[in-house]
């Protein structure tokens, strides 16, 4: 039975117009009726996840979400999907609040990691995301090392996601490069956030990184009942 997905979106806005992409892209399919129904919310008013995360004096992001999900089950969503991993740090109370099922985005990138046959795994994420610690849980519950940052590298992927992608700027290999080494120690190294997403659209990264994004739209594909097609 098909199902439409509802993506809770503008979170970021860049990043919700690229898993709609993926989608399209890796969804078989020969003809327009093909594809899978999609009900894209870009709700940029949503407040930043990380800052939330971080101070929670700051704007909770929750009720939003739960709005979102509510609202697109309200439109016919069958399944959600939400192209930002900070947000999954709300993941239980989201689900609790959701009318239907809601992908778990790292939960999906930690199997696909433990199918890889990783061992030691990079995490390049938001701030609010590694003090969560959502991605070290995932992978831990799969027997994998999960690696973090130094704090030096670590500053350097948040201006690389608030500075650069959010911004509109473009990320130049010169920038990404001391990331590329400081994980170098890795199997294989989660792109943890989906503005790194676009990065790795943008330079082609190798086949080390699993992109969490990319991830998650195949999982959506699957859970809409539709088939993955082969790259």
Known sequence: MKKVLGIIGGVGPLATMLIGEMIVRRTKAKKDQEHIHTIIDNDTSIPDRTAYILDDSKEN???YLARDAKKLAEYGAGVICIPCNTAHSFYEDLQQASPVPVLHMIRET?????KLGAKRVGILATDGTLMAGVYQKALEEQGLVPV???ADIQKQVMSVIYDY????????????????QAMEGCDYVVLGCTELSIV??????GEHYIDSLIVLAEAAITACGYDVCAN
Do not use: F
Request: charged letters at 35%.
């Open 165 to 180: 992608v959010k911004a509109g700027r473009e990320v130049t290999e010169e920038i990404w490069a001391p990331i590329e």
């Open 148 to 150: 973090t940052p130094s």
């Open 200 to 205: 790795n659209k943008e330079l082609k990264l």
């Open 110 to 114: 930690a199997e696909r990691a433990k």
């Open 61 to 63: 992001p929750m009720p």
